[in-house]
Each structure stands twice: as C-alpha cells, then as structure tokens.
C-alpha cells in the first residue's frame, strides 16, 4: 500500500514545477490525480505519460485545464474530477505566479495580476473543494502553496509578498471554519526551488535592474541557505505526501517550512 492509496488528490499549477512534482509522487504512492493547470495542453500530455506509473501503483491520473481565478472552471473541474474517480479527498492550491517589480513602480495591474491568481485563486480553491467534500458528507484536506514570502517581505515583490501572507491567513481562517466539516487545511512555505518560475523572474529582475544575469537571485539566495543549496522540487514532496496522507490527519491551520533554513539565518 502507497502512502495516500485510494486517495482522490488534485493538484493546480500542476504542468511544471513544484506541482508536477506534488502529482507524481502522489501517484508514487498510490492515489488517484488530477493534474490541473491553465496550460491543458501539458497536463493532458502529463496524464497521459504518468499512466503506467498511476497504474503499477494502483492508481489513475487525469488532467483538468483550469484558471484558478475562474469560480465557475473551478467548480466545474471538482465535478469532473467527483465523475471521474468518485469523489475529491484532498485539494491542493498550488497554481501561483511572481512579477518583480520596484516597490515605487507597483501598478494596480501587477498588484490584481498577483493577488487574483496567488490570493483569490487560493480562496476559490479552498471553497469549491470544501463545497464538494461538504456534499460527499465531509471530511477531506485542503493544502496550500505558502512561501518564505508568507514571513517576511523581500526586495522587488511586494505583491507577491502580500499575496503568500494572504494564504497563511486563508489556511488558519479555512481550518477553522472547515473544522466543523471535518476539512483540515494545512500548507507548506518552499524556500528557494529551482523552477522555471524562476527563468521569468530572473526576467524580470534584469528589466528592472535589480540583477545582471539569469541565476544571480538565485546564487545569491543560496548562500543565506543552511543546507547550502537551492531546493529541486523533489525536495518538496516528502513533506506534501504526507500532507495529503493520514499521517498528518491531526493537523490544521499549520504552515510547515521547507527552506533548508532559510528563514533561520
Ligand atoms: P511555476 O511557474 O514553475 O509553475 C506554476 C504553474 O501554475 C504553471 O504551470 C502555470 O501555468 C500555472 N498557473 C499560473 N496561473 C494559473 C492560473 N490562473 N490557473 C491555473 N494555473 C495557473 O512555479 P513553481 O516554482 O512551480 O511554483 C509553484 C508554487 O510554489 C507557486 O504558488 C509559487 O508561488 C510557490 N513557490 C515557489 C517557489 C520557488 O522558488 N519556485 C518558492 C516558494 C513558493
């Protein structure tokens, strides 16, 4: 038995990155997965390449295209996901997105840009799963995508910053008032991953000339890192398994760190 077999999971931001990675290693021990992502081309593809790996561990994988910020796709995605494997047992809202720019020059764009997918995406997220746990008669585990941004803020990403405090506060306020649902609501806050995330943020940087060449943010992160490195997103997953599995059925509202110490130094 897989840590989280018979588990129906979906994961959003799920065509790259850290979420790509949360789907594979749920499939790795068993469950049923939905990949959804804005990107349905590659979440189609990703379902389909992950099929025989769904099968040998006993579970299914399909995919969903989705805008998070979208109510109606979101809800219309937690049916399709309950039609396919018969019911949603844990959510997580992971779909995210980062725009550096000059705190002074922060326009009302970049601030909704951000705060629509990274904070109101989240919030969509959690009611809509809670909306289908709710009418399965309960229980179920919401898991948000936090940041060391969500506990202190960092040069050139207010919105950001503001936004990934936000999913701190919607995963204590869910906890509670999903508590009586028998709903948990927990989430992680990654340090520094290597994603290509960070190939439009290093874009970004340059623009604004808060770096000089791609990989510097990054380079220059890792040495404030108690691990000494960067983490890949396979570093993640050991921690958002268990999140979704029955080892951590006692906890809520929690935030757990995986910053290789970033946030200690
Ligand atoms: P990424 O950019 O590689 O992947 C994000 C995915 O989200 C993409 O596939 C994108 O298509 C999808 N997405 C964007 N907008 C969407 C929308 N409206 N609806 C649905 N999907 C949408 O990012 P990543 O590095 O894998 O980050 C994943 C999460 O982890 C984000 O929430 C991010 O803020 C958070 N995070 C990342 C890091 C890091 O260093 N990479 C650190 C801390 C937190």
Redesign the pocket.
């Known amino acids: 038995m897989g840590r989280v077999s018979g588990r129906v999971c979906l994961v ?9 990675a949360i789907a594979e290693a749920l499939l790795e021990e068993g469950a049923d997965v939905c990949f ?4 349905g081309e ?1 979440v189609a593809e990703l379902a389909a390449e992950n099929a025989a790996r769904a099968e040998a561990a006993g579970g299914r994988a399909m995919s969903a295209q ?4 979208k109510r109606d796709q979101v809800r219309a995605m937690m049916e399709q996901v309950a039609e396919q494997f018969g019911r949603v047992d844990v959510v997580f809202n ?5 725009r550096p720019m000059n705190f002074l020059d922060v326009t009302e764009e970049n601030w909704h840009f951000i705060m ?3 904070a109101l ?1 989240t919030l969509i997220g959690m009611q809509e799963a809670a909306r289908q746990m709710i009418a399965q008669g309960g229980g179920g585990k919401i898991v948000n ?5 969500s506990r202190q803020g960092f040069d050139n990403v207010a919105p ?1 910053c503001a936004s ?1 405090w936000a999913v701190v506060s919607l995963t204590q306020s869910g906890a509670r008032d999903l508590a009586k649902h028998d709903i948990t609501v927990t989430g992680f ?10 190939e ?1 943020v290093d874009r970004d940087l340059m623009e604004i000339g808060a770096a000089k060449m791609p990989g510097q943010a990054m380079e220059e992160f890792a040495s404030g890192i108690l691990r000494g490195r ?2 890949r ?1 396979v570093d993640i997953t050991g921690t958002t398994t268990f999140l979704a599995s029955p080892d951590s059925d006692y906890m809520t509202g929690q935030i757990v760190m995986i910053d290789g110490g970033m946030t200690l130094v």
Do not use: C, F, H, Q
């Open positions: 959003t931001g799920a065509a790259r990155g850290i979420g790509r959804a992502d804005l990107n590659r989705v805008d998070v910020t992971n779909a995210g997105v980062n629509d997918i990274n995406g995508t936090a940041s060391i941004a950001y990934k806050a990654p340090g520094v991953v290597a994603t290509e995330m960070w439009e960067v983490a997103p």
